[in-house]
């Protein structure tokens, strides 16, 4: 699976949008981008996930760039509850057998601001 | 409601004593995982299972030790021979289709004294 890298933390005023980087340089062709977050002592949480194109569902939206080498996670409104570490991952999709298990990295501490 | 859980939340225990962490699942998920997480770090896999009576180490499987006799259970035992026990961790289950997400229990937290 590609490697990602995010910046560690970033903050955002509650009700403006939050955008989180995600740079994939190595993201081979069938590599779908995941996005999860983690509230402090809790297990992560699945966001959204796409393979070229833009998606969005009630939590979030995701925006790949056209090279898919970088991807964007934004939080329309954020709000007080959206400060969590988020986590993205890129992966094949399972084929059966083999290797299994996302790799979860440090992420980014999102800290959202009153 | 469907859903994973974990038992116990928190744990304490001596040093040299075994721990059996329980997972439990009724979303009817064929894979279960468990990972390990220390502070300010990310998630690392401990063992997964993808089908009863089978499982396969992950990157940090040394000094624990699983079992998958159901569908639904999928136990964690840290063993003695675990050298830094203390730590959260974490169990989670999903559907074998090509993009299924993860679903996460709330995790367990161990102290060992």
């Known amino acids: 699976d590609a490697k990602t890298t995010q910046p560690p933390s970033m903050d955002c005023a509650e009700g403006r949008a939050a955008n989180l980087p995600c740079n994939h340089s190595?993201?081979?062709?069938?590599?779908?981008v995941y996005w999860y977050r983690q509230i402090h002592s809790q297990g992560p949480q699945y966001i959204i996930h796409g393979l070229k194109n833009n998606e969005t569902n009630e939590m979030a939206s995701l925006i790949i760039t056209e090279d898919r080498k970088s991807s964007t996670l934004i939080l329309p409104h954020a709000t007080l509850r959206d400060t969590a570490v988020y986590y993205c991952?890129?992966?094949?999709?399972?084929?059966?057998?083999?290797?299994?298990?996302?790799?979860f990295g440090k992420g980014t501490h999102l800290i959202i601001q009153p | 409601d469907g859903g994973i859980t974990q038992s116990p939340k928190y744990l304490f225990r001596k040093e040299g004593q075994n721990v059996t962490l329980s997972c439990e699942q009724n979303l009817n998920h064929d894979a279960m995982y468990w990972y390990r997480q220390d502070p300010g770090q990310g998630l690392r896999l401990i063992y997964y299972s993808q089908i009863v009576n089978d499982f396969q180490k992950g990157d940090i499987a040394e000094g624990y030790s699983v079992s998958r006799e159901k569908k639904e259970s999928f136990p964690l035992t840290v063993t003695s021979a675990q050298k830094n026990p203390t730590a959260f961790y974490l169990c989670a289950s999903r559907d074998l289709g090509e993009t299924g997400e993860l679903f996460f229990g709330e995790g367990s937290r161990l102290t060992v004294l």
């Open positions: 190595t993201i081979s062709g069938n590599e779908y």
């Open positions: 991952i890129v992966r094949v999709p399972y084929s059966g057998g083999g290797a299994d298990g996302l790799t």
